[in-house]
């Protein structure tokens, strides 16, 4: 298989997933399987929804936390989340979970400083296994990732106001290659989470893995290490780590929820989640207006809408839902991530 096809490959593999999340919006839209404080009917409804961003600027957070001010939404942490799912606390108000993945330093540089002026609590998932590649200095993470991370110093500074909450995004946002070793030496090592997908776009996640003289077995392995993994221990191994490190940062901190990077997580993976000692399990769209058995609620597969569902909630200033799909087009976005 030649690089041209590999990246053939990569490129149509992120088609498949846009077309998933696409899908997902429509089914949404259409089918009214939005929660149900969604509805302008809607006066004391107890659900809570989530939204899920990475890191946003000013010019496209500032109006969704306008408008949630002005509509009187209040905010809430894991802890308050969890025991409103377990029935043992109701919201006097009209409430939101706002979560931010990834842990990128431009969430304390961009996104932070609006959260604190509209006094806005939510929680940021990290991944605690680049936090310490960039402490430790073994490899320079700019070689395999072209965003910034937050240091533990900046993650504690972010805890200690009281308004972030810090859980667990896995060691590290899946299978992405750090250490001294030669790059192609990672391939086909058991990924922690899902199906291969990094921080880099179809032309890096390729060639990142592609040395000069790769020998054709070596492009083998490549193609491996796209698709999923059942590794159980591996994935206990990341989930239990990511937990442990987290805490042993934050003293006293307990870390109680788990997001899957990129939104796509397995039964098997939600079940290792529960066996690590997480509370709860944070999907994607995909999970968004799903039925399950559990009751009072499944907390293993919460799904979790994009910050441009926001504009849907009722109050002043609501979109209407052709006005959200534009959004969602990308035409209110601006400086989304």
Same mark, same amino acid.
């Given at each position: 298989?030649?690089?041209?096809?590999?990246?053939?490959?990569?490129?149509?593999?992120?088609?498949?997933?846009?077309?998933?999340?696409?899908? $997902?919006?429509?089914? !949404?839209?259409?089918?009214?399987?939005?929660?149900?404080?969604?509805?302008?009917?809607?006066?004391?409804?107890?659900? !809570?929804?989530?939204?899920?961003? $990475?890191?946003?600027?000013?010019?496209?957070?500032?109006?969704?936390?306008?408008?949630?001010?002005?509509?009187?939404?209040?905010?809430?942490?894991?802890?308050?989340?969890?025991?409103?799912?377990?029935?043992?606390? !109701?919201?006097?108000?009209?409430?939101?979970?706002?979560?931010?993945?990834?842990?990128?330093?431009?969430?304390?540089?961009?996104?932070?400083?609006?959260?604190?002026?509209?006094?806005?609590?939510?929680?940021?998932?990290?991944?605690?296994?680049?936090?310490?590649?960039?402490?430790?200095?073994?490899?320079?993470?700019?070689?395999?990732?072209?965003?910034?991370?937050?240091?533990?110093?900046?993650?504690?500074?972010? $805890?200690?106001?009281?308004?972030?909450?810090?859980?667990?995004?896995?060691?590290?946002?899946?299978? !992405?290659?750090?250490?001294?070793?030669?790059?192609?030496?990672?391939?086909?090592?058991?990924?922690?989470? @899902?199906?291969?997908?990094?921080?880099?776009?179809?032309?890096?996640?390729?060639?990142?893995?592609?040395?000069?003289?790769?020998?054709?077995?070596?492009?083998?392995?490549?193609?491996?290490?796209?698709?999923?993994?059942?590794?159980?221990?591996?994935?206990?191994?990341?989930?239990?780590?990511?937990?442990?490190?987290?805490?042993?940062? @934050?003293?006293? $901190?307990?870390?109680?929820?788990?997001?899957?990077?990129?939104?796509?997580?397995?039964?098997?993976?939600?079940?290792?989640?529960?066996?690590?000692?997480?509370?709860?399990?944070?999907?994607?769209?995909?999970?968004?207006?799903?039925?399950?058995?559990?009751?009072?609620?499944?907390?293993?597969?919460?799904?979790?809408?994009?910050?441009?569902?926001?504009?849907? @909630?009722?109050?002043?200033?609501?979109?209407?839902?052709?006005?959200?799909?534009?959004?969602?087009?990308?035409?209110?976005?601006?400086?989304?991530?």
């Amino acid at each position: 298989m030649t690089l041209q096809s590999l990246k053939i490959y990569a490129t149509t593999t992120m088609t498949y997933e846009k077309l998933k999340d696409i899908w $997902h919006n429509v089914r !949404i839209l259409l089918f009214n399987q939005l929660p149900a404080i969604f509805s302008t009917d809607c006066r004391d409804c107890a659900d !809570i929804p989530v939204f899920a961003q $990475h890191a946003p600027g000013p010019r496209y957070l500032r109006p969704l936390l306008e408008h949630l001010r002005t509509n009187g939404y209040q905010t809430v942490t894991s802890i308050e989340f969890n025991r409103q799912l377990k029935g043992e606390w !109701i919201p006097q108000s009209r409430t939101v979970y706002l979560t931010f993945d990834d842990g990128l330093r431009a969430f304390l540089t961009k996104t932070f400083p609006l959260l604190r002026e509209y006094s806005m609590k939510c929680t940021l998932f990290v991944c605690p296994g680049i936090i310490d590649i960039i402490r430790n200095g073994k490899e320079s993470l700019s070689r395999f990732v072209s965003k910034d991370f937050l240091s533990w110093e900046e993650i504690k500074q972010l $805890h200690e106001s009281s308004l972030v909450d810090i859980q667990s995004h896995g060691m590290w946002h899946n299978q !992405i290659p750090y250490g001294v070793k030669k790059r192609y030496e990672y391939v086909g090592k058991p990924t922690s989470l @899902l199906d291969y997908r990094d921080l880099l776009p179809p032309d890096g996640r390729v060639e990142q893995l592609v040395e000069k003289q790769t020998e054709s077995r070596i492009i083998r392995y490549i193609c491996r290490s796209f698709y999923m993994s059942n590794d159980t221990a591996a994935l206990l191994r990341d989930m239990r780590t990511a937990k442990r490190r987290i805490e042993e940062e @934050l003293n006293g $901190h307990r870390v109680t929820a788990f997001a899957f990077p990129w939104w796509y997580g397995s039964p098997t993976a939600a079940a290792c989640a529960e066996e690590s000692g997480y509370d709860m399990v944070f999907r994607g769209l995909s999970h968004v207006g799903k039925k399950t058995k559990k009751a009072p609620a499944d907390t293993f597969h919460i799904g979790r809408l994009g910050f441009d569902w926001i504009y849907l @909630l009722p109050g002043r200033g609501r979109l209407n839902r052709v006005n959200l799909i534009k959004a969602k087009r990308g035409e209110l976005r601006n400086d989304a991530e």
